[in-house]
């Protein structure tokens, strides 16, 4: 399985970004996508999931409002659209697949998720 994210890049405070995240290999009956950063000295830290057929959505309550998962299923790739973007968010974004889960709880742990793409920088400058 091999999973290509990109749309990275430097941006300004309040600006917008839109992250891709490509999934290919292998095929699935279901499954969830998610995105997780890891910042400057910071741990990686669980961003937002989407089951990949039910199109049910998770975010961590600090991303609610200003990060938008999606999925387009024919093109099997899933976006992560982030507006009013703060230096804070400058990281490291990563995508990952693992078997499916419907609880909040299991969906943000890295543990989940068995493939993981090799990450796109997001810069938040101020």
């Known amino acids: 399985v091999q999973l290509q994210a990109s749309g990275g890049g430097l941006v300004q405070a309040g600006g917008s970004l839109r992250l891709s995240c490509a999934v290919s290999?292998?095929?699935?009956?279901?499954?969830?996508m998610g995105w997780f950063r890891q910042a400057p000295g910071k741990e990686r830290e669980f961003v937002a999931a989407?089951?990949?057929?039910?199109?049910?959505?998770h975010y961590a309550d600090s991303m609610k409002g200003r990060f938008t998962i999606s999925r387009d299923y024919a093109k099997n790739t899933a976006y992560l659209q982030m507006n009013s973007l703060k230096p804070e968010d400058t990281a490291v974004y990563c995508c990952?697949?693992?078997?499916?889960?419907?609880?909040?709880?299991?969906?943000?742990?890295?543990?989940?998720?068995?493939?993981w793409g090799q990450g796109t920088l997001v810069t938040v400058s101020s």
């Open positions: 990952a697949v693992g078997r499916y889960y419907s609880d909040s709880h299991s969906v943000s742990l890295q543990g989940s998720y068995d493939y």
């Open positions: 989407i089951s990949w057929t039910t199109g049910h959505i």
């Open positions: 290999g292998r095929s699935f009956a279901n499954y969830n």
